[in-house]
Each structure stands twice: as structure tokens, then as C-alpha cells.
């Protein structure tokens, strides 16, 4: 006999007794009481319990990791490592655990797809994998119910582990999210381009959630506030409002247009194939943006600083009037100008190989385009920048 079950035993003759994943132990005036979903029993023993509980050794273990491994574990990290496994997540909004079961049903119904005890450990034997940004979470289970943890790189999910560097301290995690694939640093820890070649093989639960946490910073917390309707989202207008001198210049941007130019910003910045995020701010708190938020797995709250950084940018450049030039270009020449700004705004001019000549954004055909159309000064067309003198 596990010790898991002198625990379970212990638990259910004292006070409320157990209930976790359709695992109900009791003491009442008849002796203890079982339930699981698939039988109830009743009058029992201290030794029939024992008995009747290694009949269903799944919910026992379950119940002993839930409760006494991980025990008094944030409710943040218990949320997350049982989402993980596809557990229920207690997200509703009274963690008291009052015994009201008015909760437990709005708990169910957020949670409507959860899988029973026996199904989470078949799979668990397995391995199941959750994605978070571009990290890959895996949850196997041993015979005592154990979890571990294994968190990898979401596209190596078929990478031999013994190809990938193993890391076994969460703040390990910190150097490896510092620089992206090219050796170029990331200012944004969301950014969709976080390197691969590691794993970390062997996780506990807490270090699991902080290795997490030191890839995505408040990932967890903000999650975790969003599933309790507690998420505290500041829109662009009072984030923009909070930075000195920003107000002023940007208010030009708000000039008879709506909120195009933030439409932009997001557009370029927030976009799923940036940032990792699911941008929950808006323009304010009447007027959302008319560009998709993303599919990401946890929220951004406010608009964050390399965000507010570009748009002071483009705060200066927005603030120039439009000229008319005149250039001459033949059709190709202006779809190759396009396919150049295509391929740099999707961070494509890596893979366009020198021999690639039919895209635009080649080398060759981008150094051709030079050679015919830019004088010595580098003008376009030979087309001075400054504005052209008025009649
Ligand atoms: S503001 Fe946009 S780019 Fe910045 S973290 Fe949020 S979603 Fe990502």
C-alpha cells in the first residue's frame, strides 16, 4: 500500500473528507463513502476503503499529487499545470473552497471538454502536449501519479531529445531567450522568434511554471486573471496618456481619422506571426481596434514598450505632410518594390537564395533595381527627397 492511500484515508475521515476529479471519500455515520464516476460505495471500513481505493489507484494518485505534492502550489501554477494536462481549472471566482457547488458547476461549464481521471492518465502514459507561445509543454505521469514535465522548442515537437541541449534550471531559460536563431537580440520576450536547440527533460511542477514564467514574463498570472475575468487590460489611449510627452504627438494621430493609425501599429507589431501574445487592449474603452487580437494562448494586457518605442517613431514620421514625386517604373519594377517590402516585413530575405532571381526581393534583382534607378546621391529616379520647390 501506497502512502498516497494512508494520506487519501487520513484526508477523508477528517472534516469534509476528499473530493477531486470525481473522487468523493467520506466518513459519515455509516462508515466511510466512495465514489467515483463509475461506482458508489458505501458503510465501508477503514480496510474496505483501502481496499475498494487500489481498485481505482488512478484517482488515488490523482488526488495525492493535486493535493499533497503540489498542496498549498499558487493557485496560478495549480491552474496552469492542470490546464496543461487538460484537468479541470478551478477559475471560477470563489477559491475559498466553500463547498458551494453553485461554483463547481460554472467551473464545469468553462471546463466543459475536461477529461475524466482514467482518460488524463491514459494519455498522460503517452505524454500530452499544450503550446504556450512557441514553447512545447509535455505532462507524462509515472506509476505514483508523479508529473513530470518536459518544455522544448514547439517546432522541434519531433526533435530527437538527445539532438537538443538539456537544461535543468529554470533561469537557463533567460540566456536562451535573450537572442533569436541569427544571434540578434529580442527586445520583446514574446517575440515570435525565440530560438530552438534546448530542452529541458525533466521538470517538476514549480520549476515547470518558473521556467515558463522566465520565457514569457507574467504569462501565467495574466492567464490565470483572464480565466477569474480579472484581467486588467489598459488601452492604447490611457497607456499612451501615462508617458510623458507622448500625449501631446500623438494626438495628432487621432486627427478625423478614428484610430487608424493604432489599426497600424497593431497590424505591424501585434500580429500573430510577431508577438506571441493575444492583444487584449484597444483603442479605449469604446472603440476596438479593426485588427484581430491573435490566437494566442495567453493575453497582453497593455501595450508594451518596444510597441510604445515604434510608435513614437512613427508618431514623428506621421507628423510629415505627403509630397507628390514622379518616378517612372515599368510594371515588374513596381511589383518588385512591393515584393522588397513583402519580403523585409515578413523577415523572408534570409530564405530567398541568390539563385532565386524570378523574386523580387533577390539580391541580384534588388542590386539591378539600384544600378538602374538610383543616382549617386541614392535617389529614386534621380527624384531629390526635399520637398520640390512651389511654383
Ligand atoms: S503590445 Fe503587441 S507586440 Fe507588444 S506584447 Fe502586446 S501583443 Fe505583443
Redesign the pocket.
Known amino acids: 500500500m501506497g502512502h498516497h492511500l494512508d494520506a487519501l484515508v487520513d484526508a477523508a475521515a477528517t472534516g469534509d473528507g476528499v473530493s477531486l476529479d470525481g473522487l468523493t471519500a467520506v466518513h459519515d455515520d455509516a462508515g466511510f463513502r466512495l465514489e467515483t464516476p463509475d461506482a458508489t460505495l458505501s458503510g465501508l471500513t477503514e480496510g474496505g476503503l483501502r481496499e475498494a481505493l487500489a481498485d481505482c489507484d488512478d484517482y488515488a494518485t490523482n488526488w495525492y499529487f493535486w493535493s499533497e505534492v503540489l498542496g498549498e502550489s499558487g493557485p496560478q501554477r495549480r491552474a496552469f499545470l492542470r490546464w496543461v494536462e487538460g484537468a479541470r481549472v478551478d477559475a471560477g471566482g470563489d477559491d475559498d473552497g466553500d463547498g458551494d457547488g453553485g461554483d463547481n458547476d460554472a467551473d464545469a461549464d468553462a471546463d466543459a471538454d475536461a477529461a475524466s481521471v482514467p482518460e488524463r492518465y491514459d494519455a498522460l502514459r503517452d505524454g500530452v502536449s499544450r503550446e504556450w507561445g512557441q514553447l512545447l509543454v509535455t505532462a507524462t505521469v509515472d506509476d505514483h501519479g508523479e508529473r513530470s514535465y518536459e518544455l522544448r522548442h514547439a517546432d522541434e515537437v519531433d526533435a530527437d531529445r538527445d539532438e537538443l541541449d538539456a537544461y535543468h534550471e529554470p533561469l537557463a531559460a533567460r540566456q536562451l531567450a535573450t537572442y533569436d536563431e541569427k544571434g540578434r537580440y529580442r527586445p520583446?520576450k514574446?517575440g515570435n522568434n525565440l530560438a530552438g536547440g534546448w530542452v529541458f527533460p525533466d521538470l517538476g511542477g514549480r520549476d515547470l511554471v518558473e521556467t515558463v514564467e522566465t520565457f514569457y514574463p507574467a504569462s501565467v498570472p495574466n492567464w490565470y486573471r483572464e480565466r477569474r475575468g480579472e484581467l486588467d487590460v489598459t488601452h492604447w489611449e490611457d497607456a499612451i496618456g501615462r508617458q510623458t510627452g507622448m500625449y501631446s504627438v500623438v494626438k495628432t494621430w487621432n486627427r478625423g481619422d478614428g484610430h487608424e493609425h493604432v489599426d497600424w501599429v497593431a497590424e505591424a507589431?501585434?500580429d500573430d506571426s510577431?508577438?506571441v501574445?493575444r492583444?487584449e487592449w484597444q483603442y479605449d474603452d469604446d472603440a476596438d481596434l479593426d485588427v484581430d487580437g491573435g490566437d494566442g494562448a495567453f493575453p497582453?494586457r497593455e501595450?508594451?514598450s518596444?510597441?510604445i518605442a515604434a510608435s513614437r517613431k512613427w508618431t514623428r514620421l506621421e507628423g510629415e505632410d505627403t509630397q507628390t514625386y514622379e518616378f517612372e517604373l515599368t510594371p515588374s519594377e513596381k511589383e518588385q518594390v512591393e515584393a522588397i517590402v513583402d519580403a523585409v516585413a515578413d523577415d523572408r530575405t534570409d530564405d530567398i537564395r541568390e539563385a532565386d532571381v524570378y523574386e523580387g526581393a533577390n539580391r541580384y534583382r534588388a542590386r539591378f533595381l539600384r544600378a538602374k534607378l538610383f543616382d549617386d546621391e541614392g535617389n529614386l529616379g534621380g527624384v531629390p527627397t526635399d520637398a520640390p520647390d512651389d511654383e
Request: with cysteine; net charge positive; hydrophobic share 25%.
Open positions: 520583446l514574446s507589431c501585434c510577431q508577438c501574445k492583444r497582453c501595450p508594451c518596444v510597441v
